[in-house]
């Protein structure tokens, strides 16, 4: 089964605009942590937010914020006021804790490509 | 700090030839991650190590692929022989783990594959 899902492959927005790019998760383990990368065409892979399962409220970075519904799963990421420069393909992805610690690889979502327009 | 430093940024070999890639962590950081992305198969995990020790290879795609950790400050990952289908981005990302699933990991900025 698939743990992270993206179901937009591709979106164009309008500069200004805010953006939601969706992400559900699926995982039976109840400590479990949800991250958003952004990665422009340069290549590089760029932490943008993280979000705990235990956290009560949802997390926010500048202009993203992430909308955490943990009963349905869902990840949303948020960016508000979109500009040129976050013209970029957007990952989820998700890290499940195992039992004695230690950090573990994350599982990736297939990605959102997002167009900031003009 | 530098970041997490890949080594070569761009490679093209041909098939049957002996890869190796390189990574540098962040100093302070104990786990290392090597990705791979292609555009069929998205990111996928290779292997981890946690204090230099491999904790999971299960993601390394055939015994083709070995990736060794000598110590805190450098990792390899290397492909003998090689094939066309090996063709991809390589990523390192190291992390500072902390019991629990909280800690990002930091990437490299990948190292560009091309077998021919």
């Known amino acids: 089964a698939q743990k992270i899902t993206q179901t937009q492959p591709g979106m164009f927005v309008q500069e200004k605009e805010a953006v939601t790019l969706d992400c559900t998760y699926d995982t039976s383990d109840p400590s479990y942590g949800l991250f958003w990368y952004k990665q422009p065409s340069s290549g590089e892979m760029i932490f943008l937010i993280y979000?705990?399962?235990?956290?009560?409220q949802n997390a926010t970075e500048g202009r993203y914020s992430l909308n955490f519904q943990k009963a349905r799963k869902s990840a949303n990421l948020v960016i508000s006021a979109s500009q040129l420069g976050d013209s970029a393909m957007y990952f989820c992805?998700?890290?499940?804790?195992?039992?004695?610690?230690?950090?573990?690889?994350?599982?990736f979502g297939k990605g959102t490509h997002l167009i900031i327009q003009p | 700090d530098a970041g997490v430093i890949q080594s070569p940024r761009h490679e093209v070999t041909e098939m049957g030839q002996e890869v190796t890639l390189r990574c540098k962590p962040i100093?302070?950081?104990?786990?290392l991650f090597w990705y791979r992305q292609t555009m069929m198969r998205g990111l996928e995990l290779l292997i981890y190590?946690?204090?230099?020790?491999?904790?999971?290879d299960s993601g390394m795609p055939e015994d083709r692929f070995s990736a060794k950790m000598p110590n805190a400050s450098f990792s390899t990952l290397k492909i003998q022989p090689s094939e066309p289908r090996d063709s991809a981005v390589y990523f390192c990302?190291?992390?500072?783990?902390?019991?629990?699933?909280?800690?990002?990991?930091?990437f490299g900025q990948g190292t560009r594959l091309t077998v021919v």
């Open positions: 979000q705990g399962s235990y956290d009560q």
């Open positions: 100093s302070g950081h104990n786990s």
């Open positions: 190590f946690n204090n230099n020790v491999p904790i999971d």
């Open positions: 990302a190291s992390s500072h783990f902390l019991t629990g699933a909280g800690t990002e990991a930091f």
């Open positions: 992805a998700m890290r499940d804790r195992h039992s004695g610690g230690g950090a573990d690889g994350l599982t």
